[in-house]
């Protein structure tokens, strides 16, 4: 196909949301392109670098066993699959993002999200149970804590593959090294791209676009002007492409903003990791472990409840807590205990990790650390733990800490057994909630209310869903879901 044939459905962006649009535009019977800025080897977007953990609903263990091809008896034996139901979806997502999340938007999400996991199946997408995010017992038995019973096997990487695969089995053209520049317009209607290809500026027609280019994570610049001053300091945990091309494409074209424009996901991120991701390290510098553990600023003290509440709900907003840190660092501390509760990232040889066989060894060689003030804050802490209540690292214990001014709600345990270890963290920013607003069949509205003719938009680029923090498990969801919505609409009108 010549790039300049009109095709039915161009697609901006070759991540989850853009692929599932495609081959959705294409199974009901469109001529699809994809469009992807960056260069193959570097293709699939934030999705690629994901961790591939699915948030959906499900009934109990059958339905976990439908997408995981050989769940044995023994894997049955050993794990309390537990269920996550619709009302729980929902609460959840009302919870984390302060009841803010747009009803409809929520009602896709959830209502969607069981049939996206058995689609994203069908085309050839494997799923795996996420025994990470789990409460363990002491006696090893696994609790399923609901929400994200199961992770894509091979994670982002494999997810990514796998819709290549179809997507190229399909028939979709896929076109790399391709940045959208700006969108054709005749008479109101979105009629195509304009796009820049190996230094020329090409005019791509089409009957119907697809925006699906991420938010604007890895724009300094953006993120210091949407998100505020700082966050041009944060460290880019996902692709380096995201830089808000597609957002901006559809504001100059007379889209409404919607959704939380200074809200992102941030994530801790390991001191060391290079300022924008690449895919030869990925997620090595994920530092979700501070449940077991706590965590001090520069000054020597502890600035956010490490346990408030189970990990997946808490962690995509630690980034900002630790951005507002002097020098925008922090530092995880553990004793003995944690480590074979903590995640094997943490051990590998880049990490910008400490240890002493005493608490005052480990802070002197913390540098910049206040290290008397450290010391008093554990020895506080220590003092301040809760012993009466048993620890119970299989549920939401309630073993917190009496009387700190900043507490910790769950889990917490003295830290007094040697070595001690210490992780330097700081902001990761993984993806940004602001968006365009987008109606139910994911067609993108005007500033005036009205629906723009020919273009739609999905994934990170829809803005409503996510405010302050995001239930772990749905950006991947979201960009199933609303990709699927949009290449449908996509399609209908071509
Ligand atoms: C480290 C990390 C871990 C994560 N883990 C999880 C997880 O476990 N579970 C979960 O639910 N979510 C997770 N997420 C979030 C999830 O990856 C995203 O929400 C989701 O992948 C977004 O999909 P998308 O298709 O909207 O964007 P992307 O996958 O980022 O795709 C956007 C594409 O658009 C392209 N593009 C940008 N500008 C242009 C342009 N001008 N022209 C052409 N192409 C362009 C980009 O190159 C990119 O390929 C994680 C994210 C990161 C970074």
């Not at 039915?8 to 699809?32: E, F, K, M, N």
């Not at 696994?142 to 290549?164: H, K, M, P, Q, W």
């Not at 300022?275 to 472990?289: I, M, P, Q, S």
Request: hydrophobic share 40%; with cysteine.
């Amino acid at each position: 196909m010549g790039e300049k044939t009109k095709v039915d459905v161009l697609i901006v962006g070759a991540g989850l949301a853009g692929l599932a649009a495609g081959l959705t535009a294409r199974q009901r019977g469109a001529s699809v392109r994809v469009i992807e800025r960056a260069p193959q080897a570097e293709r699939g977007g934030n999705t690629r670098f994901s961790n591939g953990a699915m948030r959906a609903v499900y009934a109990g263990v059958d339905d976990v066993a439908e997408l995981v091809d050989d769940l044995g008896d023994a894997e049955r034996a050993r794990a309390d699959f537990g269920s996550y139901t619709r009302e729980q979806y929902y609460d959840d997502l009302g919870r984390v993002t302060q009841y803010r999340t747009d009803p409809v938007m929520a009602e896709l999400l959830v209502e969607e999200s069981a049939d996206t996991m058995r689609w994203l199946k069908s085309q050839g997408v494997g799923f795996l149970p996420l025994y990470e995010w789990q409460f363990k017992r002491p006696d090893g038995k696994i609790i399923f804590s609901g929400g994200s019973a199961v992770e894509i096997r091979g994670a982002g990487d494999g997810a990514s593959a796998a819709l290549f695969r179809a997507a190229e089995k399909a028939g979709i053209e896929i076109v790399y090294d391709t940045k959208a520049l700006s969108l054709l317009t005749e008479g109101g209607t979105v009629t195509g791209a304009r796009v820049r290809q190996a230094g020329r500026d090409i005019d791509m027609p089409a009957k119907a676009v697809v925006l699906a280019a991420g938010g604007f994570e890895a724009n300094p610049e953006m993120r210091t002007r949407y998100l505020g001053p700082g966050w041009e300091l944060a460290k880019v945990r996902g692709s380096r492409f995201n830089t808000g091309d597609g957002l901006r494409m559809a504001l100059d074209a007379g889209a409404m903003p919607a959704g939380h424009w200074s809200g992102c996901h941030s994530a801790s991120w390991d001191l060391n990791a290079a300022d924008a991701n690449t895919l030869e390290f990925g997620t090595v510098w994920k530092r979700d472990d501070f449940i077991y553990g706590i965590m001090v600023n520069a000054a020597g003290e502890r600035f956010v409840d490490e346990g408030s509440d189970t990990r997946a709900l808490i962690y995509a907003r630690m980034g900002r807590a630790i951005l507002a840190q002097p020098g925008q660092v922090a530092w995880q501390i553990y004793d003995a205990k944690a480590a074979p509760l903590i995640h094997g990232e943490y051990r590998v040889r880049q990490a910008a990790k400490f240890s002493g066989n005493t608490l005052e060894e480990l802070a002197g060689k913390l540098d910049g650390i206040d290290r008397r003030a450290l010391l008093a804050t554990i020895a506080a802490f220590n003092k301040a733990v809760q012993q009466d209540v048993p620890l119970d690292h299989g549920n939401k214990d309630g073993r917190g800490t009496k009387g700190l001014i900043v507490p910790k709600s769950n889990w917490a345990t003295v830290l007094d057994e040697p070595p001690f270890e210490a992780w330097a963290v700081t902001c990761g920013i993984t993806f940004t909630f602001g968006g365009v607003k987008i109606d139910k069949g994911g067609q993108v509205i005007d500033v005036d209310g009205a629906p723009i003719a020919g273009l739609y938009a999905a994934g990170e680029m829809v803005g409503g869903l996510f405010y302050f923090n995001y239930p772990g498990g749905s950006g991947l969801m979201s960009a199933a879901v609303f990709g699927r919505i949009a290449g449908a609409s996509a399609a209908a009108a071509s």
